[in-house]
Structure formats: structure tokens, C-alpha cells
């Protein structure tokens, strides 16, 4: 018996695709299922932030806040189109850390990324500041006087996720949008697993079934919060031992999972800084300039039980962002003010903390496999932040090549921190010169049309419009910017099959649409996927 593939991967998150893409580029055939949309899990619920973990340095994960500050720096290069800096505002809370303490932190922080006495890090360094007399200090309640300013980035999470499966796609990956694993079988020498098309499973018949069966010699369970219920579907068929019945089986306990939720207000202040407030609870939230014309507001940390894909955000944690937000900001906010909300499910490795925020948000990668110790494993994956996501890709495919020779021996094993994501293939430097030039290129657009497409698509943006000379060959006009070419192209290059996942992980215009512009986008995507059909 020969394998369909030699890796398959459980999860379309980010680091499932991260992996995917890793894997194919050194010469690995490889299958990805993931029962939602792309990103539709954690992997879209953040705060939207590549950054080191500043707050992270109080539990003394050094490691882990210099890997992800390399890492930022790396993932800015990949991908400047969809990664920008950010300069962040650190008020100096009396009664709270001390200011010395807020210094000392943020010293690591700047050079904590040295590598044989220099940092190749291109971003400012912090500095003091008077909120008396700065701008970033006028939309502060009076008694903030004194604040630091550093520097880390903002990114469109969804978006890396898909700009890793589409770069994994083209080099040959198999990449499967709502397909859900059901079932996964050791046999021997490889895996079987079974996956079930989630789509249109009402309108499957026997005569037309709607799960098959893949076979490979690696399995990555890179599931995120579904991690331990992937891990309990698992049939040893060579080990007798593990054939018990459901019944008798002990539940796979390795997460904790942390709910973090954030609320979307209008833009709070005029300027492009950010915020990272203290709360007496020793937590920080942020508040973040979103979309030009909101203001994000979070995160939150709290225990999770039930299925992820139900998390909402709760009264408890509203009235919390808003009390932290108002404890800063002049202009106070209330729960009328909130234009949508996002929650989001993080899957920490337990490792024993009594407080939720002080989990390790580190991953941990461990290899199971059967008695040989030679076939057929399987690799989980625990916890692990959008930051590292890359590094934790290169750490997972070291455990592989234990198992499988890597089939393109000349690859560099880190070829990815070289190589751009689709649609960054330009320096950093050079983002508004390229900006300019497609806006130039389709003169008919206007500025704001014209840079939301470029930060979103980089310099694939010309492969979404083509050969346009006006709006109207752009075709239907769904509002905010939004056409029929834009739709027709996610749906056909982007895996996106519903409204959802064009409003909100695509893009973000959804903050925009009202509910009849909605109704009129899901409408016209389910008209023309029945038109394919027929």
C-alpha cells in the first residue's frame, strides 16, 4: 500500500496552513482539511497585533518575547502589504507599575532580539513622552501626564492565514475548506482518515456520499482549540490495547481554553497611535485605530468550557472593556456605542497556571506514535501565537523529517523567512511607492478604493481587477467598494463560499454593510454557485 499523501494536516488556522506551507516547498505532498472557512476559528479572533508579548516578560517568558520579536521582523518582510508598524502608548499609571519598572520592560523589549551584539530590528526604538504636551495625550484624562512609546505591528490575521494556504495551493498542496475529519484510523504503516464535505450535506444520497477516505504517513493535528477532541477520534489498529469502546475511553485533557473578546467602536481619536492601557486586575487591553473609521478595543482572558465555534462575547466582558476603555479616555463609551463584537477561543497548553492570563502562550509540539516508534505518527499541536506561527511550522516539519526524508534536500529548511507571501513581493520600504503606482494604474478608482485593495491584496491586486478601465466593468456594485470581479475572484482563488467569509475574514468590509446589503451579497453567491452547478 502507497500513501494518497505524506502529510496530512487536521486545521485551516494558521498553523495548520503555515505548516502546509512549509511542507510543500520542501518537496512534501500534502492534504489540509478544516471543517469551517480558512481562519474561521482563533486564527480570526484576535486583536490583529504581530508583536512580541510585552506583558509576557512579568511571567519571565524570555524565550518566547524574543522568538516572536525576530519573528515580527520576518513576517514584515514576507508580507508588507498586510503587516504594518505601529506605534504604541504606554501611560504611566500611578498607583499601578511603577514607571522605572514600565522602562525597565520596555529596555528588554527593544533588545531582547540581539544577536551577536547588534539587532537587525527596523523599528523605533521607545521613547518618553508628555501626554501634557503630545498628541497622544489629548484624548487622555488629565491625570495621565507621563507615557512611553514603542513600536510593534498590526496585521490582518485572516488574511495570513489565507495568504499561506493560497502559497501552499499553488506549490501543490491540497487545500479543503469545510471538511471536516470524522474519523482517524493508524493502519500499519499509515494513516486513514475520513472526511465529510460540510457543503450541501442536505442534498447528499446514498448513490452520492459525501465523505472519502485519505491515506498518509503523517498526520499534524494542528486543530487549535479542537485539539484534544481530534486526538480522542484516533483508532490504533495496530495496538490492540487502544481498542476500547467510546464509553471507556478517557476524554484527551492538554488545553486550556481562553476566551478573548474585543468590541469595535467608532474611532475614539484622530491620530494613527495606538494604546495599551493597565487595569488594577494587572491585565492590559489595547486600543487600536481600525479601519479608519473605528476604534478596536481588547482583549479579554477567561476560562472557556463548549464548542468554540459558539463563543460570543458576554455582559461580564463588555462592561469590562468599557470600564478599562473609560478609565483612560476622555471620551467615555458606552454599550450603545459598540458597532460589533468578536470572540474568540485560544487553546493554551495547561500547564498548570492558577490564573488564566498566566498560561504560557508558548506551543508545545508533541509526537505520538505507535510501539515501531518509526511509523505512522502523529504530531499535536498546543497553543502558539499568530507571531510564531512560522517558527512553529519549521519545529513541527524537524519532527517530520525524523519519519520522511525531505523530498527537496536543496531547500534551505527555512526557506519561508525569505520567500513573500502572495502579494508581498516588494521591500517595506517601498509600500507606498507600490500603492501609487496600482493606484495610478486604475486611475478610475478612488483613493480609498484603491488602498484598501493594495493593503489587502499587495501586488496581486491587478489579478483581482484585470484588464478594468471603470467601475462598471467591475460589474455588480455590493456597496463600500465592494464588486462582482472582487467577489468572483475570492470565491474562485480564496476558498470563499458565503458572505461571511468575504464580509468578515476577507475583508472587513462587513463593519460596513447594513443587513439588506448582506442579504443582497449572500443572495447573489448562492445564484451563482447554483448557475456553476447546472
Same mark, same amino acid.
Given at each position: 500500500m502507497s500513501a494518497d499523501y505524506d502529510i496530512i494536516i487536521i486545521g485551516g488556522g494558521i498553523n495548520g496552513c503555515g505548516i502546509a506551507r512549509d511542507a510543500v516547498g520542501r518537496g512534501y505532498s500534502v492534504y489540509l482539511c478544516e471543517q469551517g472557512d480558512l481562519?474561521?476559528?482563533?486564527?480570526?479572533?484576535?486583536?490583529?497585533?504581530?508583536?512580541?508579548?510585552?506583558?509576557?516578560?512579568?511571567?519571565?517568558?524570555?524565550g518566547l518575547v524574543r522568538e516572536a520579536l525576530m519573528e515580527r521582523e520576518v513576517l514584515w518582510k514576507i508580507a508588507p502589504h498586510i503587516i504594518h508598524p505601529l506605534r504604541f502608548i504606554l501611560p504611566h499609571h500611578?498607583?499601578?507599575r511603577p514607571a522605572w519598572l514600565l522602562r525597565l520592560g520596555l529596555f528588554l523589549y527593544d533588545h531582547i532580539d540581539f544577536k551577536f551584539g547588534f539587532s537587525k530590528n527596523k523599528l523605533p526604538k521607545t521613547s518618553s513622552l508628555n501626554l501634557s504636551k503630545d498628541e497622544s495625550g489629548h484624548c487622555l484624562k488629565p491625570s495621565f501626564t507621563k507615557a512611553f512609546e514603542y513600536s510593534d505591528c498590526a496585521v490582518d490575521d485572516a488574511r495570513l492565514v489565507v495568504l499561506n494556504a493560497l502559497d501552499a495551493s499553488e506549490r501543490g498542496a491540497s487545500i479543503n475548506a469545510q471538511t471536516k475529519c470524522t474519523a482517524i484510523q493508524r @493502519?500499519?504503516?499509515?494513516?486513514?482518515?475520513?472526511v465529510e464535505d460540510q457543503l450541501g450535506l442536505d442534498q447528499k444520497t446514498e448513490q452520492e456520499p459525501n465523505d472519502k477516505t485519505i491515506t498518509g504517513k503523517v498526520v499534524i493535528n494542528a486543530s487549535g482549540p479542537w485539539v484534544d477532541k481530534v486526538i480522542d /477520534?484516533?483508532?490504533d489498529y495496530n495496538n490492540a490495547s487502544s481498542q476500547q469502546s467510546d464509553a471507556s475511553k478517557k476524554p484527551a485533557h492538554n488545553v486550556r481554553l481562553v476566551q478573548g473578546s474585543h468590541i469595535i467602536v467608532p474611532k475614539l481619536y484622530d491620530h494613527e497611535k495606538c494604546y495599551i492601557f493597565q487595569n488594577e486586575d494587572n491585565r492590559i487591553i489595547f486600543a487600536i485605530p481600525y479601519h479608519e473609521k473605528f476604534t478596536l478595543i481588547g482583549t479579554t482572558d477567561h476560562e472557556f468550557s463548549g464548542d468554540p465555534y459558539d463563543a460570543k462575547i458576554t455582559q461580564q466582558e463588555i462592561d469590562y472593556l468599557i470600564i478599562s476603555a473609560n478609565a483612560y479616555f476622555k471620551k467615555e463609551i458606552n454599550e450603545s456605542d459598540i458597532v460589533a463584537t468578536y470572540s474568540g477561543v485560544r487553546s493554551l497548553y495547561d500547564d498548570g497556571a492558577s490564573k488564566a492570563q498566566e498560561t504560557t502562550r508558548d506551543y508545545v509540539i508533541r509526537v505520538d506514535q505507535d510501539k515501531n516508534e518509526k511509523k505512522a505518527p502523529i504530531i499535536n499541536i498546543f497553543g502558539g501565537k499568530i507571531t510564531t506561527y512560522r517558527h512553529l511550522a519549521e519545529s513541527a516539519l524537524e519532527k517530520v523529517k525524523h519519519f520522511?526524508?525531505?523530498?527537496?534536500?536543496?531547500?534551505?529548511?527555512?526557506?519561508?523567512?525569505?520567500?513573500?507571501?502572495?502579494?508581498?513581493?516588494?521591500a517595506i520600504d517601498d509600500f507606498e511607492k507600490y500603492c501609487e503606482t496600482f493606484?495610478?494604474?486604475?486611475?478610475?478608482?478612488?483613493?480609498g478604493d484603491a488602498s484598501r485593495l493594495f493593503k489587502q491584496y499587495g501586488t496581486r491586486a491587478n489579478q483581482v481587477l484585470g484588464d478594468a478601465k471603470s467601475y462598471d466593468d467591475l460589474g455588480f456594485a455590493f456597496g463600500h467598494g465592494l464588486y462582482q470581479r472582487e467577489v468572483e475572484y475570492?470565491?474562485?482563488? @480564496?476558498?470563499? /463560499?458565503?458572505?461571511?467569509?468575504?464580509?468578515?475574514r476577507r475583508t472587513k468590509l462587513g463593519l460596513l454593510f447594513n443587513k439588506n446589503e448582506q442579504e443582497i451579497l449572500a443572495?447573489?453567491?448562492?445564484?451563482?454557485?447554483?448557475? /456553476?452547478?447546472?
Open positions: 481562519a474561521s476559528g482563533t486564527s480570526s479572533q484576535s486583536t490583529k497585533l504581530i508583536h512580541g508579548g510585552l506583558r509576557y516578560l512579568e511571567n519571565y517568558e524570555f500611578k498607583g499601578l @493502519e500499519n504503516d499509515y494513516w486513514s482518515i475520513t /477520534k484516533v483508532t520522511i526524508p525531505a523530498r527537496l534536500p536543496i531547500r534551505q529548511a527555512q526557506w519561508t523567512a525569505s520567500s513573500p507571501l502572495p502579494g508581498g513581493d516588494f493606484h495610478t494604474q486604475y486611475g478610475f478608482l478612488n483613493l475570492l470565491i474562485d482563488k @480564496e476558498w470563499a /463560499k458565503c458572505s461571511d467569509d468575504i464580509l468578515w443572495n447573489w453567491i448562492s445564484k451563482s454557485d447554483k448557475t /456553476k452547478q447546472t
